[in-house]
């Protein structure tokens, strides 16, 4: 891994501003076959920027207006 | 912590489509301790690279105050990724706050092994628990989305012709092309491990 790399790894692991240090991250992968770490480091700066930025909001809210159906109606 | 009684809490709803906000979320908070569970629909997010991920971090509530655990399930807002899509990205990443200590990416070296596995598939045998958890996650929110007493039900119906694969997935708000592993000989032993702890 580059140093770059590493160095933005560790800088994850340090917590700065907003972010606390972290206990965990994992990624669904895209559409693509073939992805890079640095790639998936910067899909976490992108939200991390987001949501500091107040671009992205936090919310508990996903599903809509679901009809939920119970067994045998 | 348990896979188990989030998936036996689920199964004993006898609902569809199961919901993630109300049913699912409260539940992991209260099986977990999770202070905080947020979803983040992200705009810049590139989906030919990732869909959405998973990030915990503890957060300091105040001077004199404990930290809280916070989780956010960032997700891919582009139009591409239809609301089926989205609950199951979102519901596959919530699956990771049950990930064991080896599972977590919880310092420098993990995570960066976990990039370099994401970013060249290791031999199955030879992969972290970090990258077998990103397998068994998938399969852990399908059993969420449909578990197996509601997939008795829609397997005898497909079977019936009384509904085709298009059907199944849009009453369980799930993506279509996720209908063949659920319907698929090897989910009933796959939930089965799971419940088993295995």
């Known amino acids: 891994m580059s140093s770059s790399k590493s160095h933005i790894v560790a800088s994850l692991f340090a917590g700065s501003g907003k972010w606390g240090p972290l206990g965990n991250v994992k990624f669904f992968l895209g559409t693509s076959r073939s992805v890079t770490g640095t790639q998936l480091l910067d899909q976490l700066a992108r939200a991390d920027a987001q949501v500091e930025s107040g671009v992205a909001q936090r919310t508990t809210k996903l599903d809509g207006d679901l009809t939920v159906t119970t067994f045998g109606d | ?198």
């Open chain 2, 1 to 198: 912590m348990s896979y188990k009684d989030l998936y036996n809490y689920v199964a004993g709803l006898n609902e569809y489509p199961v919901v993630l906000e109300t049913r699912v979320v409260p539940k992991i908070k209260e099986l977990s301790g999770q202070d905080e569970v947020y979803f983040v629909p992200v705009d810049q997010l590139d989906i030919s690279i990732s869909l959405g991920h998973i990030k915990q971090y503890r957060q300091a509530t105040g001077v004199y105050s404990d930290s809280q655990w916070i989780t956010e399930i960032r997700y891919a807002t582009n139009p591409a990724v239809t609301f089926c899509w989205r609950r199951f990205v979102c519901c596959k990443e919530l699956m990771h706050i049950f990930d064991s200590p080896n599972e977590r990416a919880t310092d420098q070296a993990k995570l960066e092994l976990l990039l370099s596995e994401l970013e060249t598939p290791p031999p199955w045998d030879k992969a972290s628990d970090m990258y077998k958890s990103e397998t068994r996650t998938q399969w852990m929110a399908l059993g969420v989305l449909c578990p197996l007493p509601l997939r008795e039900q829609f397997r005898a119906k497909l079977e019936a012709e009384d509904l085709n694969k298009y059907q199944v997935a849009l009453a369980l708000r799930i993506p279509e092309t996720t209908v063949d592993s659920l319907m698929s000989p090897y989910f009933e032993g796959f939930i089965t491990s799971l419940l088993n702890g295995e």
